[in-house]
Structures are given as structure tokens and as C-alpha cells.
């Protein structure tokens, strides 16, 4: 999901001042203690068409919350994941990085510095040790977390944050930096190792919509296959994907801008890299140019694409800013009736937290209102009637 700075990140940064901080630390790049273990089952995987969670097969509900990493009220996390795996939300897809090129105020989270050719790793309390704890809250009530390591848009950093210390005119520069790349590399190795044994990982996300605006799609592609075969090399146990929009696919094209390649994106040849588990792709017809209607469509495109490849598609990203329920329920629905599609995940999750409502990007519907109770309710209630629950 593209933000807008001044709507999320500003409000966002200031949600996190708001909250009682922790004591501010310099960055470092010693690990701190990770998260104990406390949970059972084998980690979640896929088996053909379908995704594996505590040993369970079948079609998974989730949501987003790019900001729960960077809360500092343990509570307030846990609040979350209580009221997650009350509904029977199985996965939330979370932002593992907080990139910057300047330290910010006392107390406002953040997890990597970049400066001057340089990059630190803060692992302290307004750092890694705050995604300690969202894992370390997972793990101990089932939820199971993707987690992401770099942004395409400039909220929370992105790739421009890398750009803008080594050098590069612009994100399209990410890709090909060796620099960049290294630092990328030692960020991942220090995040993949730190939850490495967690039962709450689903997944390693190598980026939240990763683009390459009119390169050969051949520039992404080397990219995805070296840094998820590098992942595969840290931790062969977890998952692997992604975190695309879906671009880049002639299966059901229609020939609207989607479907085409000029973002840099071929959908079914990147599903052939050994070291991607499984398909991800998003829905915004609003921001695509395209209707409501067509989005079922793309979700049935992708399933067909997914089921070539033998590999589950998840429905990563969708939301709208009004009229939930009338149009993101039936996208719900052909995504529960498609073959090779296995999950879904709006966008996004918010909660009352201890100093008022989560940030809402517009998009956001809240627990315990009647969109929850349509999208989430009444959809679990679905997927469970399905068979496939």
C-alpha cells in the first residue's frame, strides 16, 4: 500500500510519540536477547495449492498493521493479537524495517540509520526491541507474522532512504547497487536471525511493492532470486515471498495497465524461483485506473497463474476508504471460491490502543465495528462453512 506521508508517517510518528516511550538508545549493531520460544507446532508451510498452519490445511484470514512495530506500550501490542486471535485472525502481515537517515527524536522508534555510505542497525529499546516484542506477542497467542524488509515508497524510509546515503538518482538504483545492496543484505541477516527459531514467522517479505518503473523485467527478477535464495541460505525452514502488487501477467489480461509490465513486474515468471514459496499480489482499482468489479478478475487471474505454477497465491493487500463491506466482501468472496488462492489479508487492521484509535490511512476499519463484524466475522463464518477453514 502507497501511504501519504503527510496523512500516515507524520500521524504515525506522532501516534508514537504519544504512547509512554522507552528509554531511548544509541544505535548499535550488537544483537539484544530475541524473543523466548514459548509456542508449538511446525512452522507454517505450504502443501500444492493450499497454506499450512499448526499442522492445519486450508484457507487462511489475516490483516496488515505497518505501525504495530513501532508502539512502545506492550499492552497496546498484546491488545492487538488478543483481539486477532479472538476473531480467529490467523496472520498480520507487519513493517520489519524503519529506515532513516537521521536520527530521529527521543523515543520514536526506528531500526536502521543510513548516512553518509554508512548503515547502523539500532537494536535497542526504540529499536529491534520493539519488533522483539511484537513477535515475542505473536508467538505466545498463534498469530503468525509476515515480515518485511524494506519499503518501494518513501514512508518509514523505503529504498530512497538507502538512495540518498549511498548515492543514486533513484529507486530504480537500489536494485543495482552493490552498496545498497550489502547494506539490504546485513539488514535481512540481522532481522532473518534474530526470529529465525520463532514459530510466529509465516513468511520473510523482501519488500512492500517492490517496483522497477520501465526497466526489463529481467532487473527485478535477478534481484528476487538472489536475495530470496540468500534468505533460503539464513533460514531454510520459513517461507519465502515476495511482497508484490501483482503486475506483470497475460493470464485473464485485459490489457488495462495492471496486468501490464511497465512497473518492472512479470507475476508467473517470478513464481518460478525456487526460493519464492508463494504468490502475493494486492488490489487498489482506485489507484489503478480501473473499477470495483474488475478486481475479481485480478484475484481469479492470479489464482490461475498460482495453480500453473503449483505454488498458493495469498491475496495480500485490499481495502477502500468507504462502503467496506459492499465491495471488499465480494472480493473476499471469489478468493475463498478460487483455486490457488489460500489467504487473504485486508488492509488494514486498526484497534483502540491505550492513547486512542490506531492510525487510519483511510482505509482502515476498526475491531469490533460492523465492518469487523461483516469482513471478519461473517468471512471467517464462510471460510469455516467452505470447508476449507
Same mark, same amino acid.
Given at each position: 500500500?502507497?501511504?501519504?506521508?503527510?496523512?500516515?508517517?507524520?500521524?504515525?510518528?506522532?501516534?508514537?510519540?504519544?504512547?509512554?516511550?522507552?528509554?531511548?538508545?544509541?544505535?548499535?549493531?550488537?544483537?539484544?536477547?530475541?524473543?523466548?520460544?514459548?509456542?508449538?507446532?511446525?512452522?507454517?508451510?505450504?502443501?500444492?495449492?493450499?497454506?499450512?498452519?499448526?499442522?492445519?490445511?486450508?484457507?487462511?484470514?489475516?490483516?496488515?498493521?505497518?505501525?504495530?512495530?513501532?508502539?512502545?506500550?506492550?499492552?497496546?501490542?498484546?491488545?492487538?493479537?488478543?483481539?486477532?486471535?479472538?476473531?480467529?485472525?490467523?496472520?498480520?502481515?507487519?513493517?520489519?524495517?524503519?529506515?532513516?537517515?537521521?536520527?530521529?527524536?527521543?523515543?520514536?522508534?526506528?531500526?536502521?540509520?543510513?548516512?553518509?555510505?554508512?548503515?547502523?542497525?539500532?537494536?535497542?529499546?526504540?529499536?529491534?526491541?520493539?519488533?522483539?516484542?511484537?513477535?515475542?506477542?505473536?508467538?505466545?497467542?498463534?498469530?503468525?507474522?509476515?515480515?518485511?524488509?524494506?519499503?518501494?515508497?518513501? /514512508?518509514?524510509? !523505503?529504498? &530512497?532512504?538507502?538512495?540518498?546515503?549511498?548515492?543514486?538518482? #533513484?529507486?530504480?538504483?537500489?536494485? $543495482?547497487? @552493490?552498496?545498497?545492496?550489502?547494506?539490504?543484505?546485513?539488514?535481512?541477516?540481522?532481522?532473518?536471525?534474530?526470529?529465525?527459531?520463532?514459530?510466529?514467522?509465516?513468511?520473510?517479505?523482501?519488500?512492500?511493492?517492490?517496483?522497477?518503473?520501465?526497466?526489463?523485467?529481467?532487473?527485478?527478477?535477478?534481484?528476487?532470486?538472489?536475495?530470496?535464495?540468500?534468505?533460503?541460505?539464513?533460514?531454510?525452514?520459513?517461507?519465502?515471498?515476495?511482497?508484490?502488487?501483482?503486475?506483470?501477467?497475460?493470464?485473464?489480461?485485459?490489457?488495462?495497465?495492471?496486468?501490464?509490465?511497465?512497473?518492472?513486474?512479470?507475476?508467473?515468471?517470478?513464481?518460478?524461483?525456487?526460493?519464492?514459496?508463494?504468490?502475493?499480489?494486492?488490489?487498489?482499482? /482506485?489507484?489503478? !485506473?480501473? &473499477?470495483?468489479?474488475?478486481?475479481?478478475?485480478?484475484?481469479? #487471474?492470479?489464482?490461475?497463474?498460482? $495453480?500453473? @505454477?503449483?505454488?498458493?497465491?495469498?491475496?495480500?493487500?485490499?481495502?477502500?476508504?468507504?462502503?467496506?463491506?459492499?465491495?471488499?466482501?465480494?472480493?473476499?468472496?471469489?478468493?475463498?471460491?478460487?483455486?490457488?488462492?489460500?489467504?487473504?489479508?485486508?488492509?488494514?487492521?486498526?484497534?483502540?490502543?491505550?492513547?486512542?484509535?490506531?492510525?487510519?490511512?483511510?482505509?482502515?476499519?476498526?475491531?469490533?465495528?460492523?465492518?469487523?463484524?461483516?469482513?471478519?466475522?461473517?468471512?471467517?463464518?464462510?471460510?469455516?462453512?467452505?470447508?476449507?477453514?
Amino acid at each position: 500500500m502507497r501511504f501519504s506521508p503527510s496523512l500516515i508517517s507524520l500521524a504515525s510518528l506522532a501516534l508514537a510519540n504519544a504512547l509512554p516511550q522507552a528509554a531511548s538508545s544509541s544505535p548499535s549493531s550488537t544483537p539484544s536477547s530475541t524473543p523466548t520460544n514459548t509456542a508449538s507446532g511446525a512452522f507454517p508451510t505450504t502443501s500444492g495449492l493450499e497454506f499450512v498452519i499448526d499442522n492445519e490445511t486450508g484457507y487462511f484470514p489475516g490483516s496488515n498493521s505497518y505501525w504495530i512495530g513501532f508502539l512502545t506500550n506492550n499492552a497496546d501490542v498484546d491488545l492487538v493479537f488478543d483481539h486477532m486471535a479472538s476473531s480467529g485472525l490467523r496472520i498480520l502481515r507487519v513493517w520489519g524495517f524503519n529506515d532513516v537517515n537521521e536520527i530521529p527524536t527521543s523515543g520514536t522508534v526506528y531500526y536502521q540509520l543510513h548516512q553518509n555510505g554508512v548503515s547502523i542497525i539500532n537494536t535497542g529499546e526504540d529499536g529491534l526491541q520493539r519488533l522483539d516484542y511484537v513477535v515475542q506477542s505473536a508467538e505466545e497467542r498463534g498469530v503468525k507474522l509476515i515480515i518485511n524488509f524494506v519499503n518501494y515508497w518513501n /514512508d518509514y524510509g !523505503g529504498m &530512497n532512504a538507502y538512495v540518498q546515503a549511498y548515492g543514486g538518482a #533513484s529507486n530504480a538504483d537500489f536494485y $543495482a547497487s @552493490a552498496e545498497m545492496q550489502a547494506a539490504y543484505r546485513a539488514y535481512v541477516e540481522a532481522v532473518v536471525s534474530r526470529y529465525a527459531d520463532s514459530p510466529a514467522v509465516f513468511a520473510w517479505e523482501l519488500a512492500n511493492e517492490p517496483r522497477c518503473q520501465g526497466c526489463e523485467t529481467g532487473v527485478l527478477h535477478e534481484w528476487i532470486e538472489g536475495v530470496s535464495g540468500f534468505i533460503k541460505g539464513l533460514d531454510a525452514a520459513h517461507m519465502v515471498c515476495i511482497g508484490d502488487e501483482g503486475f506483470g501477467l497475460d493470464t485473464g489480461s485485459d490489457g488495462s495497465y495492471p496486468y501490464g509490465y511497465s512497473e518492472g513486474s512479470d507475476f508467473a515468471t517470478a513464481l518460478t524461483i525456487d526460493t519464492i514459496d508463494f504468490g502475493t499480489f494486492h488490489l487498489y482499482p /482506485d489507484s489503478w !485506473g480501473t &473499477n470495483n468489479d474488475w478486481g475479481n478478475g485480478w484475484i481469479t #487471474s492470479h489464482g490461475a497463474a498460482c $495453480a500453473a @505454477a503449483g505454488k498458493p497465491c495469498l491475496f495480500e493487500e485490499y481495502g477502500v476508504t468507504s462502503d467496506h463491506c459492499a465491495i471488499e466482501k465480494p472480493w473476499q468472496t471469489t478468493a475463498l471460491n478460487t483455486t490457488g488462492v489460500s489467504g487473504d489479508l485486508y488492509w488494514q487492521y486498526g484497534d483502540e490502543l491505550s492513547t486512542g484509535p490506531s492510525a487510519d490511512d483511510g482505509n482502515t476499519f476498526y475491531y469490533g465495528t460492523e465492518e469487523f463484524e461483516c469482513l471478519v466475522t461473517e468471512h471467517i463464518d464462510a471460510i469455516e462453512a467452505s470447508g476449507r477453514g
